[in-house]
């Protein structure tokens, strides 16, 4: 069993960054991959980025790439998500989540996860 606590959320302009961390408890947190999602308002969630159990591996949306960062501490137990150069339509609420399987890096299907943090709003303005 996983549980996850994101936090680092706020409201940034655009052109900003922040940082946000996902806090995990439990034992078996390196067991995982794990990936950030993101859901706008009266939209799907989607896929933003995930990494492999060592953080090797990193795989991110095409929306994100080269502004986006994806780590992790495993000996923390925490996954961050590293977030420049941000834009209006990054707007969302975020959530982190543990994959079932650990190899990864191409796990962006949402039933690949298992456990999911409640999520932190993000909110970029013009």
């Known amino acids: 069993q996983v549980q996850l606590v994101e936090s680092g959320g706020g409201l940034v302009q655009a052109g900003g960054s922040l940082r946000l961390s996902c806090a995990a408890s439990?034992?078996?947190?390196?067991?995982?991959?794990m990936g950030w999602f993101r859901q706008a308002p009266g939209k799907e969630r989607e896929f933003v980025a995930v990494?492999?159990?060592?953080?090797?591996?990193?795989y991110y949306a095409d929306s994100v790439k080269g502004r986006f960062t994806i780590s992790r501490d495993n000996a923390k137990n925490t996954v961050y998500l590293q977030m420049n150069s941000l834009k209006p339509e990054d707007t969302a609420v975020y959530y982190c989540?543990?994959?079932?399987?650990?190899?990864?890096?191409?796990?962006?299907?949402?039933?690949?996860?298992?456990?999911w943090g409640q999520g932190t709003q993000v909110t970029v303005s013009s």
């Open positions: 990494l492999n159990w060592n953080g090797g591996r990193t």
């Open positions: 989540a543990a994959a079932r399987g650990y190899r990864g890096p191409y796990y962006y299907r949402n039933n690949e996860y298992d456990y």
């Open positions: 439990g034992r078996t947190f390196s067991n995982h991959a």
